[in-house]
């Protein structure tokens, strides 16, 4: 385990431009924060490049990596939040990949961050293998996605698919609408691998995409509620997969 050294201004200058979406994606590196989302993204064996301490004495992550002595003003340029708690890391962004699956979603034009992480994290809780997204949904090396998703972005299977790429991949594509004639509770799981589109809060699933060929699906909610936040949908949505899912298997 590294002691700590000190760091130089032009190298905090250098991390503050990681704040940046332009910069992220140039230097394919990132800072992330917190000893909960750390400890979260070593189980997933991932290890970082280099350690931002505030406290000689604080607790130590168990990496033999160059590690920094930060003081507090500078931990507010390198990090996202407000309010940064005092330990930091510097991270590789999250890579996208495919992989099997038997369930995925697809999210169509989610652009809010604590929605998209939180549905990774969803995704993380109830096995859900792939996410699927469309180009106008959020960043995902956005901090704040990363956070949300307590690092999930970079356990689960994530790749951008335009609405024509969805339409021509080999699966059974289904929607969830609250005006959707079946219940969601009424879904009998398919043998085939099978994409469920959500669309987000404000625009709902895009017109392309329901078509009369997919099923629409509906959550039963309250006649007094409109609509659900797309992270609450997708909680429901992945707890019937992962509960009905696994009867099917046995």
């Given at each position: 385990m590294s002691d700590l050294n000190p760091i130089s201004k032009a190298r905090i200058s250098e991390l503050a431009k990681l704040r940046q979406k332009k910069f992220r994606l140039q230097e394919g590196k990132i800072v992330l924060e917190g000893s909960r989302l750390l400890q979260q993204m070593a189980s997933y064996e991932l290890k970082p490049f280099e350690i931002y301490y505030a406290d000689r004495s604080q607790f130590r992550l168990p990496y033999d990596v160059p590690a920094y002595l930060v003081q507090e003003q500078d931990f507010k340029r390198i990090c996202d939040s407000e309010h940064p708690p005092a330990l930091a890391a510097l991270y590789p962004v999250p890579k996208e990949s495919v992989k099997p699956f038997q369930q995925a979603l697809y999210l169509d034009g989610v652009s809010d961050p604590g929605n998209l992480g939180t549905i990774f994290r969803l995704a993380a809780a109830f096995e859900i293998k792939q996410i699927f997204l469309s180009p106008e949904c959020c960043e995902i090396a956005n901090p704040k996605v990363i956070r949300a998703s307590m690092g999930a972005v970079y356990h689960i299977a994530h790749k951008t698919l335009s609405h024509a790429?969805?339409?021509?991949?080999?699966?059974?594509?289904?929607?969830?609408?609250?005006?959707?004639?079946?219940?969601?509770?009424?879904?009998?799981?398919?043998?085939?691998?099978?994409?469920?589109?959500?669309?987000?809060?404000?625009?709902?699933?895009?017109?392309?995409?329901?078509?009369?060929?997919?099923?629409g699906l509906r959550i039963e909610i309250s006649r007094g509620m409109e609509s659900l936040n797309v992270a609450i949908t997708a909680g429901i949505l992945c707890h019937h997969l992962f509960v009905f899912g696994n009867n099917y298997s046995a």
């Open positions: 790429q969805l339409l021509a991949h080999p699966s059974t594509k289904l929607y969830l609408d609250m005006n959707a004639r079946v219940p969601l509770q009424n879904h009998v799981l398919s043998p085939d691998p099978s994409v469920y589109i959500l669309g987000s809060e404000a625009h709902g699933v895009s017109k392309e995409l329901i078509h009369p060929t997919h099923q």
